[in-house]
């Protein structure tokens, strides 16, 4: 796939081929982080929307029927208490008689397909307050029915990506600017303007079923089993950690989880040589290490940082939450680990990529794993699944180059702070 951005955030321009692995460089505060940023809300905002909004639609309905009934009730004592327990089970039945009746294209049937209901159910003794009820629902019904799944979807992307953006998505230089990002998927466009955060177009033809996942904080893994205030969190942390704790029906994912288990032998052999233990929950539900040099498994908690990172990535594969050719972004995952470990982390990236045929998106300013990406690709023939990009700042403003068959300009750009330190230590000489 292809995306292409323009005034969005600090990014002025680019356009980036996602196919495998994508390696972003660069100093800070040169817009890396966007990239990722964008596909996250994309491919979660997108991920099978249509049911979703016909889910809420649905739950909408319910719950104004719901009420209305409830009101309905208030005004009759003597039917309250008989009928009380059955409002909500009458509430779902009616949303489930009408459901057909849910678009706008059909809702000429709705008045007499709820009117039938209410003569069916005989909670009204009088034809006159039945009929006012009918003609309540119907009115609210429709006000819900007549809104239009575009405008709801563009609702849903606006929240999105202010969320994640904390609702700096349009450019701070330029504020008349329309912020334009589209994603060719599969040959097909993918297609978003913006202004002043507010998504004002969106079309695409492209059903996206796949998730993206946000790993920039290895610490949310600290929360899996502890109290914590989720309004605090960031968002693209509050989602990870819905899956990190999902404890769903004993079949949910069964598939995913025994492939991924299948396929975790090689990623599992390179952690055992680190820290010779693997990863198991304890009788209270924690995540802990369990290890042969220690009589009892580690906390969670107690782990390097760096661990932590690998365990988020291992608990999602192993209880199938990240499946198959989901989208998978790292934001600095080097940034806890010595120079040894990054090298360990990187290979565990490209075996990821090359078993589980993920979409990543890694941002380093890291040579060490840099270098270590280029020889890991080329060691398990993987070479031609990595893009390399160099994110530069111009006029307060960002753009990315494609530097694939040209990762020396990273190295360099890289390299330059410690050229400039040997520089320093020849003049005190």
Same mark, same amino acid.
């Given at each position: 796939?292809?995306l292409?951005?323009?005034?969005?955030? !600090?990014?002025?321009?680019a356009?980036i081929?996602?196919?495998g692995i994508t390696v972003?460089?660069?100093?800070n505060?040169?817009?890396?982080s966007? $990239?990722?940023?964008?596909?996250y809300s +994309?491919f979660?905002?997108?991920s099978?929307m249509e049911?979703?909004?016909?889910?809420e639609k649905?739950?909408?309905?319910?719950? $104004?029927?719901w009420l209305l009934?409830q009101n309905?009730?208030m005004?009759?004592?003597?039917?309250k208490v008989e009928?009380?327990r059955?409002y909500?089970?009458?509430?779902r039945?009616?949303?489930?008689n009408?459901?057909?009746f849910?678009m706008?294209e059909n809702?000429?049937n709705?008045?007499?397909?709820?009117r039938q209901?209410?003569?069916e159910t !005989?909670?009204?003794?009088e034809?006159?307050?039945?009929?006012?009820?009918?003609?309540e629902?119907?009115?609210k019904l429709k006000?819900? *029915?007549n +809104?239009?799944d575009?405008k709801v979807?563009m609702?849903?992307?606006?929240?999105?990506?202010?969320?994640?953006?904390?609702?700096?998505?349009? #450019?701070?230089t330029?504020d008349s600017?329309?912020?334009k $990002?589209d994603?060719?998927?599969?040959d097909?466009l993918?297609?978003?303007?913006f202004?002043n955060n507010t998504c004002?177009e969106?079309?695409t033809?492209v059903n +996206?079923?796949?998730e993206a996942?946000? *790993?920039?904080?290895?610490f949310v893994?600290?929360y899996?089993t502890?109290g914590f205030?989720?309004?605090?969190m960031?968002?693209?942390?509050?989602?990870?950690?819905?899956?990190?704790c999902?404890?769903?029906?004993i079949f949910?994912?069964i598939?995913?989880?025994?492939?991924a288990?299948d396929?975790?032998?090689e990623?599992?052999d390179?952690l055992s040589?680190i820290?010779?233990?693997e990863f198991v929950?304890n009788?209270?539900?924690?995540?802990c290490?369990?290890? !042969?040099?220690?009589?009892? #498994?580690i906390?969670i908690?107690?782990?390097?940082?760096?661990l932590?990172?690998?365990?988020?990535i291992?608990?999602?594969l192993?209880?199938?939450s990240l499946k198959?050719?989901?989208?998978?972004?790292l934001?600095e995952?080097?940034?806890?680990l010595? #120079?040894?470990?990054?090298?360990?982390y990187?290979?565990? +990236?490209?075996?990821?990529? !090359?078993?589980?045929?993920?979409?990543m998106i890694?941002t380093t300013?890291?040579?060490?794993?840099?270098?270590?990406i280029d020889?890991?690709s080329?060691?398990?023939e993987m070479?031609n699944k990595v893009?390399?990009y160099l994110?530069?700042?111009?006029?307060?403003?960002?753009y990315?180059?494609d530097?694939t068959?040209?990762i020396?300009?990273?190295y360099?750009?890289?390299s330059?702070p410690?050229?400039?330190l040997e520089?320093?230590?020849s003049?005190?000489?």
């Amino acid at each position: 796939m292809q995306l292409e951005l323009n005034n969005v955030a !600090k990014i002025k321009k680019a356009t980036i081929n996602i196919d495998g692995i994508t390696v972003i460089a660069g100093e800070n505060n040169t817009g890396k982080s966007t $990239i990722g940023k964008v596909l996250y809300s +994309i491919f979660n905002s997108m991920s099978n929307m249509e049911e979703k909004i016909v889910r809420e639609k649905r739950n909408r309905i319910e719950n $104004i029927v719901w009420l209305l009934v409830q009101n309905w009730s208030m005004e009759h004592e003597a039917n309250k208490v008989e009928n009380r327990r059955n409002y909500r089970i009458w509430a779902r039945k009616l949303t489930e008689n009408i459901t057909e009746f849910l678009m706008p294209e059909n809702s000429e049937n709705l008045e007499e397909s709820i009117r039938q209901f209410v003569k069916e159910t !005989k909670l009204w003794n009088e034809p006159v307050e039945a009929e006012e009820f009918v003609e309540e629902c119907v009115m609210k019904l429709k006000s819900i *029915i007549n +809104i239009s799944d575009e405008k709801v979807m563009m609702e849903v992307i606006t929240r999105w990506f202010n969320r994640v953006f904390e609702k700096q998505l349009s #450019p701070l230089t330029e504020d008349s600017a329309v912020s334009k $990002i589209d994603l060719i998927l599969k040959d097909k466009l993918v297609k978003f303007r913006f202004e002043n955060n507010t998504c004002v177009e969106w079309n695409t033809d492209v059903n +996206i079923l796949h998730e993206a996942f946000y *790993i920039d904080n290895p610490f949310v893994i600290d929360y899996m089993t502890n109290g914590f205030f989720r309004a605090e969190m960031k968002s693209t942390d509050a989602h990870l950690l819905d899956y990190l704790c999902k404890e769903e029906d004993i079949f949910d994912n069964i598939f995913e989880a025994v492939l991924a288990k299948d396929k975790l032998g090689e990623i599992d052999d390179i952690l055992s040589n680190i820290v010779g233990g693997e990863f198991v929950t304890n009788q209270d539900g924690g995540y802990c290490l369990a290890s !042969k040099k220690f009589s009892k #498994p580690i906390n969670i908690k107690n782990l390097s940082t760096g661990l932590k990172t690998f365990a988020l990535i291992k608990r999602l594969l192993e209880n199938g939450s990240l499946k198959e050719k989901d989208i998978l972004i790292l934001d600095e995952p080097e940034i806890h680990l010595h #120079p040894e470990w990054q090298l360990a982390y990187a290979e565990i +990236i490209v075996l990821l990529q !090359k078993k589980f045929d993920l979409t990543m998106i890694i941002t380093t300013h890291s040579p060490y794993f840099l270098d270590a990406i280029d020889v890991f690709s080329a060691k398990y023939e993987m070479s031609n699944k990595v893009n390399y990009y160099l994110a530069e700042s111009r006029d307060e403003v960002s753009y990315l180059q494609d530097v694939t068959n040209n990762i020396d300009v990273i190295y360099k750009k890289l390299s330059d702070p410690l050229q400039k330190l040997e520089n320093i230590r020849s003049g005190l000489v």
